[in-house]
């Protein structure tokens, strides 16, 4: 069971190439601050414009750095089978615990053909697996009677993240399948709620800036805090509001150059946040104090 506060981390990049010091500084910031799980290569990892050597670095380094101490879930993701097949054997190979696994984008595919594509992962891998489902990139939903079914006849699918903003979905799928279906937000505003439903963790983008916060909020939850629950529920808002002011991870980027961790640097078609969006952020960042602080 994954449960807990996941960060989708970020790929630092310097002079067009993957800055590897800096990612280094950033999972072992997330040891420290206590993060309950590690997440690279995901949406928020920039894996599209990866190539398969750098994908394998990135991974490679997130295990080595970790060395144990945390669950690394890596993102293994394609709108191509065979593509994502491809990187599901890398991250087995430099020693992942699971794999994230998008539904395809673009291609729009049926619910039979998500099932023959999960499947088929599934299948040629050896890791647990966590169906992603996100319609706001990938323009298609995993329907809950899908997950059902691959969660009944594929054994090592073992969770979810989703993104779906639908809070009914938690209460039918742990109805139907029990409550060791991992089910993992992916909409860090609406994570009090998504605990309430029955939900296990979230995987945020939130928690690249605030990571201590973000893992305070889950520890609350787990030990029935309600008081703290709610501070850090409500301390976080900004924050899930800033990441999001245009496509992630430009502002966490942003926010995390200010904080002296990376470069505000993406690759194309993702380019930095606006002079208008980084006026926004700072005032965010200002209210936080987050800049007095690399703890929150």
């Known amino acids: 069971m994954f449960f807990g506060s996941f960060v989708a981390l970020v790929t630092p990049f310097k002079d067009g190439s993957f800055d590897k010091p800096a990612f280094e500084s950033l999972v072992r910031w997330h040891l420290e601050?206590?993060?309950?799980g590690l997440v690279p290569c995901g949406t928020t990892g920039?894996?599209?414009v990866l190539d398969l050597d750098e994908y394998s670095e990135v991974i490679k380094t997130c295990v080595q750095v970790n060395d144990g101490k945390l669950?690394?879930?890596?993102?293994?993701?394609?709108?191509?089978?065979?593509?994502?097949i491809e990187l599901a054997k890398i991250a087995e190979e430099n020693g992942a615990d699971a794999l994230l696994v998008v539904s395809p984008y673009y291609n729009k595919p049926t619910q039979a053909g998500l099932i023959a594509h999960y499947a088929a992962i599934h299948d040629a891998s050896n890791l647990p697996i966590i169906l992603y489902n996100v319609p706001s990139r990938t323009g298609g939903n995993i329907e809950v009677d899908t997950i059902i079914h691959l969660a009944k006849n594929y054994p090592r699918i073992i969770g979810i993240k989703d993104a779906s903003a639908d809070l009914t979905r938690p209460i039918q799928i742990s109805r139907a399948l029990g409550h060791d279906f991992c089910q993992l937000s992916g909409e860090d505003a609406t994570i009090g709620a998504y605990l309430a439903q029955g939900g296990h963790g979230c995987i945020s983008v939130t928690a690249n800036t605030m990571p201590?916060?973000?893992a305070a909020l889950h520890n609350a939850w787990q030990s029935k805090d309600v008081d703290s629950f709610a501070k850090y529920r409500d301390m976080l808002l900004p924050m899930h509001q800033a990441v999001f002011l245009e496509t992630s991870p430009a502002p966490a980027k942003y926010i995390l150059s200010k904080m002296g961790f990376c470069e505000n640097e993406l690759r194309l078609p993702l380019v930095p946040v606006s002079m208008q969006c980084q006026q926004a952020i700072d005032e965010v960042i200002e209210e936080l104090g987050l800049l007095s602080s690399k703890a929150a």
């Not at 601050?33 to 309950?36: A, I, K, Y």
């Not at 690394?72 to 394609?78: D, L, M, R, Y």
Request: net charge neutral; aromatic share 0%; glycine share 12%.
């Open 33 to 36: 601050q206590g993060t309950h």
């Open 46 to 48: 920039e894996t599209p």
């Open 71 to 84: 669950p690394v879930i890596a993102g293994a993701g394609s709108n191509n089978t065979k593509n994502a």
């Open 212 to 214: 201590a916060t973000c």
